[in-house]
């Protein structure tokens, strides 16, 4: 999911990247409980059958299932910040507060987004200076590549000076 903030008072952008989080952390809950009560109910029956030694796996599979679901779910919170304030391009990124943070000059910074044939493969998008490359929009899909490119294009281009030809006379 790419969103986009420009701060009117100071003239900053901001282009925050997030992976799609398809369900809350309730829901995953309620996911859990519900596959976990269906294991127990199962378990049970095939318990009172005499197959009690079924009953301690059906925990086991719930906290599989549990675990699971919560290392997708902080996984998916990871998050990058691109901003733009003057000349410096800064991208941090990070899951609940910025663990790496990068500073590229921005006018001299080129967006490169390799944009593959194959409806199954996303491809890669990278921000290069002067030798650095930085891969950016690594949880998205081929779409919202698409955007974040654009986006990265016109953040690094609306800010730059124009030239101006001055004619002597």
């Not at 910040?81 to 391009?89: E, P, Q």
Request: hydrophobic share 40%.
């Amino acid at each position: 999911m790419v969103s986009k903030q420009v701060n009117s008072k100071t003239g900053q952008t901001q282009i925050i990247v997030r992976a799609n989080k398809s369900m809350s952390w309730r829901a995953n809950v309620l996911l859990a409980a519900s596959l976990g009560a269906l294991s127990a109910v199962f378990g049970g029956i095939i318990a009172t059958g005499g197959f009690w030694m079924v009953l301690p796996f059906a925990g086991l599979e719930f906290l599989l299932v549990f675990g699971c679901l919560s290392v997708a779910y902080k996984k998916l919170g990871y998050m990058e910040v691109i901003s733009r304030a003057g000349d410096t391009l800064k991208v941090e990124s990070g899951y609940d507060s910025p663990v790496s943070s990068s500073e590229l000059p921005a006018h001299w910074t080129k967006v490169e987004f390799e944009d593959p044939p194959s409806a199954f493969e996303v491809g890669r998008l990278r921000l290069k200076c002067s030798g650095q490359s930085l891969e950016i929009g690594q949880a998205l899909n081929k779409q919202e590549k698409r955007e974040l490119y654009r986006e990265v294009l016109h953040c690094l281009q609306v800010e730059s000076p124009r030239l101006k030809v001055l004619r002597s006379v």
